[in-house]
């Protein structure tokens, strides 16, 4: 923002119209919700099998079927039509793998007593400490594999169509896409509620759950919480227009 608009007071208007290389599909946050999930691909598919398939991470954690949510969508992801970005969770997950007993107490906080539990890790408690941390790891890595574990940390950070950016947390929007910082991506930025980006880029994300998915000044929001309220949400992203799916 200019020094004079923040003298006066004036903020930039984002009147961007929405223009994507292709029509697209984008998911929120599953978080463990694997009927959710098969639902709304289903209803997907029914109004555009075609189209390109954008999730915007968080698979994991909070919800009951953590495991077979990652299974689903690792499978899926092979078709060159479906792109899988990774979220905080995802990050916390495998920070959780590499140094469990400085990660652990953090993530089972948040949602990771349940993935164990969905990986088959069981006796874990958010108390825990030290070598049963370890345990716990190696556990999960067993459970998960090489070959899903190299997956989750291959994971892209955004996905870009025409001027719509399809991210897990948020963006800077003082800089163009091309100089986001990862960490950005995937936890948020302090600004992005804010601020309105200038270059006319919409950002597509998930993350912070909304009571209805929605846009507004340039940011398509479409966390609706599966977890806790029963709804997961994808916006239908056409020329001019953004529809939603929830169910």
Same mark, same amino acid.
């Given at each position: ?9 004036? /903020? ?90 400085? /990660? ?78 990862? /960490? ?64």
């Amino acid at each position: 923002m200019s020094l004079l608009n923040r003298l006066f007071g004036s /903020k930039p208007k984002f009147d961007a119209a929405i223009t994507p290389a292709v029509p697209f599909f984008a998911i929120g946050d599953v978080h463990g919700c694997l009927g959710k999930m098969q639902t709304l691909l289903q209803a997907i598919s029914a109004k555009d099998a075609e189209a390109p398939i954008i999730f915007v991470g968080d698979y994991v954690d909070r919800g009951e079927q953590s495991a077979q949510v990652l299974a689903h969508v690792m499978e899926m992801d092979a078709n060159p039509n479906v792109t899988c970005l990774i979220g905080n969770h995802e990050e916390m997950m495998l920070s959780f793998l590499d140094d469990p007993q400085k /990660k652990g107490a953090r993530w089972l906080r948040y949602g990771g007593l349940q993935t164990l539990a969905s990986f088959g890790v069981r006796g874990i408690a958010t108390g825990m400490k030290g070598e049963a941390l370890d345990q716990a790891a190696s556990g999960l890595r067993e459970a998960m594999g090489d070959e899903m574990i190299a997956w989750l940390r291959a994971l892209p950070t955004h996905w870009v169509s025409g001027n719509i950016a399809v991210v897990h947390a948020a963006a800077d929007p003082g800089l163009p896409m091309s100089e986001q910082s990862a /960490k950005t991506l995937r936890w948020g930025h302090p600004d992005f509620e804010d601020e309105v980006r200038t270059d006319g880029t919409w950002v597509l994300h998930g993350h912070t759950i909304v009571d209805q998915a929605h846009m507004t000044a340039g940011r398509i929001a479409i966390d609706t919480g599966a977890y806790a309220t029963g709804r997961l949400t994808a916006a239908h992203v056409t020329a001019g227009d953004v529809t939603f799916i929830s169910v």
